[in-house]
């Protein structure tokens, strides 16, 4: 009997606590229907409810607003809405309105995709969450810099913020940014279209903790903003995708930034093997490098790349640079012997 008690008492919550941790929501909110003492071991365990999943759901504002109302997700710390449906202004207000108090913990929010919030909304949702940290609202085109300008005044601590495809947001919000957040590690600014040298520079010049910059399909960004990437010392990954502005000059100043593991330079179409010699030589923890589409880069620059990095590079992408020669599978490997992807781009 009192090894039964133990067994009840100790042992199944050590074990259901160790198994819940990998559950998705779905399976663990299931699993407080099966008993009433599974349920109470469940409710006891507070690290299990920090998390509200309803990417890609339906009907997910009266989803969230339900979720927070329960004690369990009192604390709750990062709340992902990614593509979900009926994600709009008046949701969020409703859940500033009934559970606020739930979100004063909230560490990250992931908003990607939904389109039908505006500022309005981005105002009511940060106000409820001054310890954000990770603020992600990817292709929302009604976001403009009213909107930023609620985010940088209700939250002090974000360090990674994604702007992606956000393109009526303008270099006042960059400049927002850069002025309050000086800790920042990650940001994605990925056709923000309406984003010019001045914005990205008071970034580069106010920000020097940046591990990850995303500046994908920026056209209008010129060497007089790339050549301040190299005042960034612990910049990991650069993704500057159709930087067609981007000179030799530029790239040898980025070769700066000594820690870079991952370059994409994807459709760069003014490098040539200058540059990336300098990145080999600069750079010799890269990891993944992409030089997809550019015409000006030769064998020559492999050679070099292979000299400083060979030990270093698992992916490796020249598909369209038609100027190597030397660049089949088993070529590239003979080169870069830890060569794992020949692809980034398809």
């Known amino acids: 009997m009192a090894a039964e008690t ?3 008492k100790e042992t199944v919550p050590k074990v259901m606590k160790l198994v819940t941790t990998r559950l998705q929501q779905r399976d663990l909110i299931t699993l407080l229907l099966v008993s009433p003492s599974i349920h109470r071991t469940l409710l006891s365990h507070p690290s299990l409810w920090l998390v509200l999943d309803f990417h890609e759901m339906s009907n997910a504002g009266d989803r969230l607003v339900s979720a927070l109302s329960l004690p369990r997700y009192r604390n709750v710390k990062h709340i992902n809405l990614e593509f979900a449906q009926d994600i709009e202004d008046k949701q969020l207000e409703n859940v500033k309105s009934k559970c606020g108090d739930s979100l004063l913990d909230l560490e990250i929010l992931n908003l990607n995709g939904c389109q039908r919030i505006s500022d309005k909304g981005i105002e009511v949702v940060t106000n409820t969450c001054p310890k954000l940290k990770v603020f992600s609202i990817y292709w929302n085109v009604r976001a403009t810099d009213v909107g930023i300008t609620h985010l940088v005044k209700n939250c002090r601590y ?7 495809g956000c393109k009526n947001i303008t270099d006042k919000s ?3 940014v850069a002025d309050n957040y000086q800790e920042l590690e990650s940001l994605n600014i990925t056709r923000c279209i309406k984003m010019t040298d001045s914005g990205l520079q008071r970034i580069l010049v106010n920000c020097s903790s940046l591990q990850t910059l995303n500046l994908y399909a920026l056209s209008t960004l010129t060497d007089e903003a790339y050549k301040m990437i190299s005042r960034q010392p612990h910049l990991r990954f650069l993704d500057l995708c159709g930087a067609q502005n981007l000179t030799d000059d530029g790239l040898s100043c980025i070769a700066m930034c000594k820690n870079l593991v991952s370059l994409n330079l994807t459709w760069c179409v003014q490098i040539s093997d200058v540059g990336v010699i300098a990145i080999a030589q600069g750079c010799k923890s890269l990891e993944l490098l992409s030089l997809f589409g550019i015409l000006g880069v030769s064998d020559r620059c492999l050679e070099v790349l292979s000299s400083f990095c060979s030990n270093t590079l698992t992916t490796l992408d020249v598909n369209g640079c038609i100027n190597i020669k030397n660049r089949s599978r088993d070529q590239l490997l ?7 992807c020949f692809k980034v781009h398809s």
């Open 6 to 8: 133990i067994w009840n």
């Open 174 to 176: 960059l400049h927002l």
């Open 158 to 164: 974000v360090v990674d913020l994604n702007l992606s």
């Open 334 to 340: 003979k080169l870069f012997p830890n060569l794992i």
